[in-house]
Structures are given as structure tokens and as C-alpha cells.
């Protein structure tokens, strides 16, 4: 997406918090959208930002302290933000251009007594990667994993639905989920499948107290392979009149069982 600045977009910059950037640092720079994820980007030393764009509207609801803290604004309406943005993306009024994140491994997960991370299967929705990242958040789950193949980047759309928990959890791309999953092993997870098809409830079953929850993809659940290198398979106690739930869904109900399970 081109980041160059559309004529009719007004600067509302001055020399107090306006810093030069260089081309080169934006060219591999990224548009972010919608209030929660802008603002918690803004937030996030980890990020530079290159461009700030805000309606008149959003400008005036922001706090001033996360406008100063930026290179400034632009002042944008609704056709600026039709030619920068995705079609039909939900901005409210705001976007930025960003520098991608820095790159998680799994040696980032915090070697704790008690941690749980959730493995994502090629669930290729960024809406659902991203409401899986707000989840976690919300029941601090200490990183999401997902295969560099077949998930969506960490972009516009996913940050945007993970409502700002993008700037909070690390999200991890592995080339080989098997391998990451042994390494989870090592470091004394269990690695726990979710499937519908399972014998025991996540409530019932015994676990330890670093829980891999590992789900699989919208369409057909877990791979094969993914699922043999699983510790033990787990369910949900859901109605016999629904199939099954949606990817996100679920894992918000299971991360929740888990977080009062492992309290306990």
C-alpha cells in the first residue's frame, strides 16, 4: 500500500513533536486502523510512527498526550481515508502508518510455573487471529502461535479486530508447527487439542500447570499430524444440536475454563 501523502490531506504537525523519518524506514511500514489498535500502537514503544491520520471529529476525542507523543497528525476526511485504507475497513475516523512489530520466537514466552499459549492450526480468518488475541489478553495467556503458511500477516485487519491486544501478546509465526510444538514439550507444556469428537471436557481433564491449547482451522479442525502430537484431546460440553463453534469463540470459553482451572 502506497505511503506516500494524499494532497488533500491537511498537516496538523509542529516542530515540538515533529521528527523527521526517513524514507527507508517506512517502506516496509504497515496502515493500522480503527481507535483501539491505533491508539494502543501510539502506546507502543516498539513502534515508530511515520504518519498519524485523524478526523476532525476523532481529533478532537483524542487525548492530547498520545497526539504529543507522535510526529503530529494529519487532518483527514472520509475520501483520504477511502484511498489509504483497505476497501471498507472499519477506521473510525483514525489510521497510522507503522513499522511492523518485531519478530516473536518462542524463546519469548516467559519461562513461569503456570502459563498457558494457544497454538493456532492454519486458521487463516484474521478477524478470528485477531479475537483470538483478545482473548488471550483478556485471560493472560502468555503468546499466540501460528504457522507462517496459511495465517494472515499482522496487519490492518487482524490488528483491528484484536481491538490493541496485537501491541500486547506476542503473536509467533512458525515455519514447522510440529517442532514448535516439541519445544513447548520441552519446556514442560502439555500440549492440549481441542476437538469436538474428544472423550473428556476441558473441565474434566486432569492437566498440568503449562497448558499448549491447540486448535485447529475453521474448516476442518485440527491437521492429522497436528493432532497425533497432541498430549490429550479435549471438548467443549456444548448442545448436541450445534456442530461446533466458531474457532474464536471457543477459544475464549476454554481460555477461560483454563485461567479459574490453573488457579486452582
Known sequence: MSAHRSSSVSKETSPRHKKMIGKDDQKNGIWLYGYHAVTAALQN????????LLS???A????????DNTI?????GRQDFDQLLPKGAVHQGIAAYVSPLPEYYETDIPDKETSVVVVLDQVTDPHNVGAVLRSAA???ADAVIVTQRNAPEATGALAKSASGTLELIPLIYVSNLAR???ALKEKGYWCVGMDGSAQVTLREAKLAKKIALVMGSEGYGLRRLTAQNCDLMVKLPISKNVESLNVSNAAAIALYDLKYKLAY
Do not use: V
Open 56 to 58: 476532525k471529529e476523532t
Open 60 to 67: 478532537r476525542e483524542m487525548p492530547q498526550n498520545l497526539i
Open 45 to 52: 514503544p516498539k513502534r515508530k510512527i511515520f504518519r498519524l
Open 72 to 76: 503530529g497528525y494529519e487532518s483527514a
Open 180 to 182: 514448535a510444538m516439541d
Open 138 to 140: 483478556a485471560f493472560d
